[in-house]
């Protein structure tokens, strides 16, 4: 399934709107997304362990935009949109700061350990991303970047708490 052509038909979920959050690019907005994208997914029924994955890839990701997108560049906007389909909740972030290099995803490898054995600083962000989603695209459009990041539910997460496919708002 490629996310961009993701769709939500109204006879799938009828009660579980996407969510769609226009936040600045400080890490306080960054902040305050997080707890309303977290605040959603607890409405929509889904589990602490689930929520948890989708928080730290979404808060990894508006991160970076922060972090690398903006960087030097001042104030800058992010649009973040949550969208529930069957199995998946799926994340779209946009933004018109800094491609990125070369106009590709990082890898998200890991950096071997330093010569005394202490972990590098940083660099765990994308790591954790390809690991925790289950797709994950890049495109560069008229000046925008859009990152669109899916995290499929996995059999474990859909036992916990009301099965998630109720409401997302």
Not at 23 to 52: C, H, K, N, W
Not at 69 to 98: F, S, T
Not at 119 to 132: A, D, S, T
Not at 141 to 167: F, H, M, Y
Request: net charge negative; aromatic share 4%.
């Amino acid at each position: 399934m490629a996310l961009s052509s993701a769709k939500r038909s109204d006879n799938q979920h009828p009660l579980c709107p996407e969510m769609t959050l226009e936040i600045g690019s400080s890490p306080m907005d960054v902040r305050r997304a997080l707890v309303r994208a977290t605040e959603a997914l607890v409405r929509g029924g889904y589990g602490p362990q689930f929520r948890g994955i989708v928080e730290l890839v979404l808060a990894e990701a508006l991160n970076n935009i922060v972090e690398h997108a903006y960087a030097g560049q001042g104030a800058g906007r992010i649009q973040v949109r949550l969208l529930e389909l069957p199995g998946a909740i799926c994340l779209q972030l946009r933004d018109r700061g800094a491609p990125m290099p070369g106009l590709v995803l990082p890898e998200g490898r890991l950096k071997p350990l330093g010569h005394d054995g202490d972990l590098p600083e940083g660099g765990f962000g994308w790591y954790l991303i390809r690991r925790l989603a289950s797709e994950v695209s890049y495109r560069r459009d008229a000046g925008e970047n859009i990152l669109e990041i899916a995290v499929a539910r996995e059999p474990e997460c859909a036992a916990e708490g009301s099965g998630g496919s109720d409401r997302l708002r």
